[in-house]
């Protein structure tokens, strides 16, 4: 079946701008996962969602960022009034952790430039 | 708090040789780790997810070996070929969970010569 999807794949903002990031994760995958990956920070997780549970939102950097899920499936992550230390590569994961131990699933990631 | 290191940064053989790279993790109570390939400008692949309960797991010319109590993987990589060169992540949980945010290295950047 299809992989995780991503979109945009690229986007140029200015800074101060707000942008959205969109992920369809694997389908009947119930756990979904945002992550960035910079020069600087190597991968760093942001936010989990699984189910219907509150999301773990411990790896957000700032009250700049928040992420959505509606239905439990596709997932936005916002950033509001983007700096240029935002500029990276954001990668959205999907698994399913009652079968499969939980492996997680990359889609191609959005490269984020704010100039 | 996890953290997760990875040694060597870089790595350059000739193709064919065997070759080992190494993976330390900080939290034990992991419930599994991952192991992942990278390609310049591409997303994540998942190469060989180990469980807890598992010592080995094995794909290809690909196994990894993980050995929670001293906080230790590796991913030994059989008859390397120039196909095989890429960026590979180690990753486990970052509150030791099994559906979980997971810490990642900064990887070893392979590359393996024709």
């Known amino acids: 079946g299809a992989g995780v999807s991503q979109s945009p794949s690229n986007k140029v903002t200015e800074k101060g701008k707000d942008v959205e990031l969109r992920c369809d994760p694997i389908?009947?995958?119930?756990?979904l996962y945002w992550y960035r990956q910079s020069l600087g920070q190597g991968l760093e997780f942001l936010i989990y969602?699984?189910?219907?549970?509150?999301?773990?939102k411990s790896g957000l950097p700032s009250d700049r960022f928040s992420a959505e899920r509606t239905g439990g499936s596709v997932s936005t992550l916002t950033i509001q009034r983007t700096q240029q230390e935002d500029s990276a590569v954001y990668l959205c994961?999907?698994?399913?952790?009652?079968?499969?131990?939980?492996?997680?699933?990359f889609g191609p990631g959005t490269r984020l430039t704010v100039t | 708090k996890q953290e997760v290191t990875q040694i060597p940064a870089a790595l350059s053989v000739p193709e064919g040789e065997n070759l080992v790279l190494n993976c330390s993790f900080t939290?034990?109570?992991?419930?599994?780790l991952q192991w992942f390939r990278q390609d310049p400008g591409k997303g994540l692949t998942s190469l060989l997810l180990?469980?807890?309960?598992?010592r080995e797991q094995t794909s290809g010319r690909l196994n990894a070996s993980l050995d929670k109590s001293s906080g230790r993987s590796t991913l030994y990589i059989a008859a390397s070929q120039p196909g095989d060169s890429a960026t590979y992540l180690c990753a486990a949980p970052h509150s030791g969970g099994g559906a979980d945010g997971l810490t990642f290295g900064k990887g070893t950047h392979l590359i393996i010569q024709p």
């Open positions: 994961a999907s698994s399913f952790p009652l079968a499969g131990a939980g492996e997680q699933y």
């Open positions: 389908s009947g995958h119930t756990a």
């Open positions: 180990i469980q807890s309960s598992q």
């Open positions: 969602f699984q189910g219907n549970s509150a999301p773990d």
């Open positions: 939290d034990s109570a992991i419930y599994n």
